[in-house]
């Protein structure tokens, strides 16, 4: 008797030093110069060794193919929403911001083109300060205006360059990206550069620089101007660009997508965290061309952009082999960082998700949340709020604001249910 329990003993033991070895060997955790390393394997693996995903489910949609214009969306948009759920699209090409109930009603809408107090130029994401006062970035006048949530302008704070994609944290510190381009020997440099700036503008940490080179057309002829479009479109075709988000503590999450990194740092600054993963890179296929292509031609509008101008243009592209390691990312409430990884448009997005600590513990494909294709400068806009997921997404052509349930699973006894207790909104 005393044997057999002893047995039993050993190999509970035994199963659970067996688990515990194949997580770690899936997932390493040290620290490097002070900075906490997360290295993850291809595969996903969770605490419990159970097989997770996220199911969405479509609430409610914003927008219309044809009808009342406060309702049809530019080929551009931007959003976000408040705590009390109401819905703020930044319409890029109509400069104004439309905002909406949490039913989609629409309310009102916040300024109009121009360069008058509360008007814009070039609008960003709407988002809010520590005072729920709603701020928006406007690169072409170099400035971010703030307004109440009735739409009643504030005031203004001047840039002295041209920021986009700005953050203001609850220090007042400013998380944004800088672009500056400047003519060189016949070549157009353009430098992406991004930083955590004081309310002055003053850099306190510069985090990542992206440049690219670009020749100028050597004549005014169609050849030319065809080469030169040819160059533009190579230089963005599933280029990598900067991304990064700022959660409810100010840490900031940036990646630079030419390799599978994620990296975490204080308010102030400082690199705390790497989240890495091994992964196996995603060709670039003849859909995704195909659609690149579609983007492409409505960027280059006007008399001077021929068809035949374009379709010489286009046969000039070269595309890379492979796609960036991923899209974009998003923070979830539960700490959660959930991860863009690829996307056909109006067909699928695959996502991985890492937990708080940044292990690699998702790895799913949903048909329910698809995000639009690749653009000329990618924008993959999808984010969780108030226990939602929202993102910008595409049918026919026209662009939708979107809002969806969601739910996380585990794979358990052959079937997928849900996992309770895991999601808890902060």
């Known amino acids: 008797m005393r044997r057999t329990v002893l047995s039993g003993i050993y190999l509970i033991v035994f199963l659970v030093l067996i688990s515990f070895f194949l997580f770690a060997q899936k997932t390493k955790i040290q620290t490097e110069n002070g900075v906490t390393v997360v290295t993850n394997s291809k595969e996903p693996s969770s605490k419990d060794g159970l097989k997770m995903r996220i199911v969405f489910e479509e609430e409610l949609s914003i927008g219309e193919f044809e009808g009342d214009e406060n309702y049809l969306f530019s080929g551009n948009i931007f959003f976000n929403t408040d705590k009390e759920g109401n819905f703020y699209v930044a319409d890029m090409e109509g400069d104004r911001i439309l905002k909406y109930d949490s039913a989609g009603k629409y309310l009102l809408t916040i300024g109009r083109e121009g360069q008058g107090p509360g008007e814009f130029r070039t609008l960003s994401v709407p988002r809010f300060d520590k005072d729920s006062n709603l701020y928006i970035t406007d690169g072409g006048n170099r400035r971010i205006s703030f307004f109440d949530k009735d739409g009643k302008f504030l005031r203004q704070m001047l840039m002295p360059e041209s920021y986009g994609n700005l953050y203001i944290n609850s220090k007042g510190l400013i998380a944004a990206t800088k672009t500056s381009s400047g003519e060189e020997t016949n070549v157009m440099k353009t430098i992406f550069l991004f930083s955590l700036l004081d309310d002055k503008f003053n850099s306190i940490a510069e985090i990542y620089k992206d ?185 026919e052509g026209y662009r939708f604001v979107k809002r969806y349930n969601f739910e996380i699973q585990e794979y358990k006894d052959n079937k997928w249910v849900k996992k309770s207790s895991i999601y808890i909104i902060s």
Do not use: C
Request: charged fraction near 30%; hydrophobic fraction near 35%; aromatic fraction near 16%.
């Open 211 to 395: 440049e690219i080179d670009l020749p100028l057309p050597t004549g005014r002829d169609v050849s030319s101007i065809a080469k030169y479009m040819g160059n533009i479109l190579s230089k963005a075709a599933f280029r990598p660009f900067i991304k990064y988000a700022v959660s409810d503590d100010d840490s900031i999450y940036f990646g630079y997508p030419d390799k599978y990194e994620i990296h975490v740092y204080s308010p102030e600054g400082k690199l705390t965290r790497k989240i890495v993963r091994d992964y196996e890179p995603i060709p670039v296929g003849k859909k995704d061309k195909e659609s690149f292509a579609k983007i492409a031609i409505e960027e280059f509008s006007g008399p001077v952009f021929t068809d035949d101008l374009k379709k010489i243009a286009f046969k000039q592209i070269k595309y890379p082999k492979y796609k960036p390691a991923y899209q974009s990312f998003s923070l979830m409430e539960n700490g959660w960082l959930a991860v863009s990884v690829d996307s056909v448009e109006s067909e699928y997005t695959l996502f991985d998700i890492f937990d708080q600590e940044g292990r690699y513990i998702a790895h799913f494909k949903t048909t329910e949340l698809t995000l639009p294709a690749e653009g000329i400068v990618s924008e993959f806009f999808f984010f969780f709020k108030n226990g939602k997921a929202y993102a910008v997404a595409t049918e």
